[in-house]
């Protein structure tokens, strides 16, 4: 370890100018520093108003009462596009919004949205309880019996599944019977649901397994949903990750010493308005699509970050040499 010391500060050297010179560097530097503090101010007021109207703009879609209000509100949005979307917080934002119209039958271009009024669903829509249409089943619970010995098999925690995708980088083991493995072992396309999280904003994310490995099981503060209809797994993940759907999971959380908890019962009661099969598909295409292009632009903005960053130190490398 390194050490500061008495003797070693009286011997580091110091370049110093004359009094008077020393006056004008810290004044200027004084004067310099408040600068920064007044531009520092400026571009958070600036922040905090950008994001305000990009939320009003964002809303104005999501609380569109009809087709024409809603390709009003769209054309608004289009024609600033460029101005608007300039920071990771505002592409966040849009992409939370195109999960909520997806949910809410207004991505699809030919779909009515749901009528404000009546609460209806747009045409060929049915609203399901999630125990209709899938089973849900929570996880094994981790005892000292489970220490791997000689019958052991990888399984999910908590932190593998992120919201949208599960991480296998560090995988724990479980020892399992062989009945116990056919019981809890995943199989592609499982949906998987943390059950409970010290966060709020956490509580209930999910993602799909996508099988990348074998004979693999998971905790039980992991539930697992596996529909009827494989196919219908991914529009489900779609809105158990919308604002929509966290927003249920939240009020259905229960809060014991500030950790909000889901149960399999809680997950089974949630109702989720369902398109048709072929409907569903389109969505979650167009949904893909969207987000990807969320992605280039941020991409495009970290590069811009960048060439800012380069250019900034190349031009202050030139002044002071």
């Not at 104005?60 to 390709?71: E, G, H, P, V, Y």
């Not at 929570?138 to 925690?157: A, D, E, M, N």
């Not at 048709?276 to 598909?281: D, K, R």
Request: contains cysteine.
């Amino acid at each position: 370890m390194t050490h500061m010391t008495k003797e070693k500060m009286e011997q580091l050297p110091v370049p110093l100018p004359p009094l008077a010179e020393q006056h004008r560097i810290v004044a200027k530097v004084d004067e310099l520093m408040a600068l920064c503090d007044r531009l520092e101010a400026d571009q958070a007021d600036a922040e905090a108003a950008h994001a305000q109207l990009v939320q009003a703009l964002l809303d104005s879609l999501t609380q569109a009462t009809d087709a024409a209000d809603f390709r009003a509100s769209w054309q608004r949005l289009s024609e600033h596009f460029h101005t608007l979307f300039t920071t990771e917080a505002s592409i966040d934002a849009l992409k939370q919004t195109v999960l909520q119209l997806a949910v809410m039958g207004k991505l699809v271009p030919h779909e009515l949205a749901r009528s404000r009024a009546t609460g209806s669903l747009p045409p060929g829509w049915r609203e399901q309880l999630i125990s209709d249409f899938c089973s849900v089943q929570g996880g094994i619970q981790k005892t000292p019996l489970r220490r791997p010995v000689s019958l052991h098999f990888p399984y999910l925690r908590v932190a593998n599944v992120q919201r949208g995708y599960i991480d296998v980088t560090e995988l724990e083991r479980y020892e399992l019977s062989h009945d116990e493995l056919v019981k809890w072992r995943l199989n592609k396309g499982d949906l998987l649901i943390v059950e409970g999280n010290g966060s709020e904003n956490e509580i209930g994310r999910c993602a799909i397994w996508q099988g990348q490995v074998e004979n693999c099981v998971y905790q039980n503060h992991l539930m697992r949903v596996r529909p009827n209809v494989d196919e219908q797994v991914h529009y489900l993940a779609l809105y158990l990750n919308s604002p929509v759907g966290i927003g249920h999971m939240k009020r259905l959380a229960i809060t014991t010493s500030g950790l909000f908890n889901l149960s399999v019962g809680k997950i089974r009661s949630i109702p989720v308005p369902l398109p048709p099969l072929a409907e569903q598909h389109r969505i979650v295409a167009k949904v893909d699509e969207l987000m990807a292009l969320c992605d280039q632009l941020k991409a495009q903005l970290a590069e811009a970050r960048q060439r800012h960053a380069q250019l900034a130190t190349a031009l202050v490398e030139q002044a002071v040499a």
